[in-house]
């Protein structure tokens, strides 16, 4: 079964570092999402991407974070000078079109600022 | 501000037993609904969606949308101590171009 797939599942990094989440989406969908989870708080929508921009962003999309598919097949989240509050667990997920916003899921990655 | 609120929970329920989870939304303009389970450290996966008022049923699972009065639930029947997770509800904004999340109902089903 076709399946989101991210790379690292956890990541420990200093205080003011730079990261990068990568995501491997699944292959016939044509819509990539960025969301995180503070632990014990709601899933929090950061950006949609679709044709090679973005669609849609949240009020947390600052320029702190940025997002690129450089090929074909992945879909990164940058995340510049990170700041404690950015621990969470970050999950990317695709879906096959807007509307259809059956979007699925990767298992996440644990980013946790020290 | 737009907002998806649920009930926390614990909601504790023998195994056997219907379990009926609530989400009411705040922005008229939703029109797609989700309900994810999630295990603990885990992410959400889908369980169902609705888009029409009513009633959608898929195996024990039945989703429940009355846009008149802002609300959708999932019921379980024949609820499984394995169906023990937090219940998150998800609504499309306005625009239907990003997903709203409520902070979730833990469920508990106790054998």
């Known amino acids: 079964e076709p399946e989101v797939t991210q790379t690292p599942s956890h990541q420990v990094t200093q205080m003011g570092q730079e990261v990068i989440l990568r995501c491997v989406p699944i292959?016939?969908?044509?819509?990539f999402y960025w969301y995180r989870q503070i632990l014990g708080q709601k899933v929090e929508f950061l950006v949609s991407?679709?044709?090679?921009?973005?669609?849609?962003k949240s009020e947390i999309f600052d320029d702190q974070f940025s997002v690129e598919r450089p090929d074909g097949s992945n879909f990164t989240l940058k995340i510049r000078s990170t700041k404690l509050e950015d621990s969470a667990m970050y999950f990317c997920?695709?879906?096959?079109?807007?509307?259809?916003?059956?979007?699925?899921f990767g298992q996440g990655t644990r980013l946790t600022v020290v | 501000q737009k907002e998806v609120e649920q009930n926390s929970g614990p909601l504790s329920v023998p195994e056997g037993a219907i379990a009926s989870l609530n989400c009411t939304y705040s922005?008229?303009?939703?029109?797609?609904f989700f309900w994810y389970r999630q295990y603990s450290g885990k992410s959400p996966e889908l369980i169902m969606f609705?888009?029409s008022n009513g009633d959608k049923e898929d195996g024990r699972f039945t989703a429940q949308l009355n846009k008149a009065s802002q609300y959708v639930s999932l019921l379980i029947r024949d609820s499984q101590p394995s169906d023990s997770a937090t219940y998150l509800c998800?609504?499309?904004?306005?625009?239907?171009?990003?997903?709203?999340w409520g902070l979730g109902t833990s469920l508990a089903v106790n054998p």
């Open positions: 997920a695709s879906s096959r079109q807007l509307w259809d916003t059956e979007a699925f």
């Open positions: 292959s016939n969908h044509l819509y």
């Open positions: 991407f679709y044709n090679n921009e973005i669609s849609e």
């Open positions: 922005d008229r303009g939703s029109q797609s």
């Open positions: 609705i888009y």
């Open positions: 998800a609504v499309t904004a306005g625009n239907n171009r990003k997903l709203i």
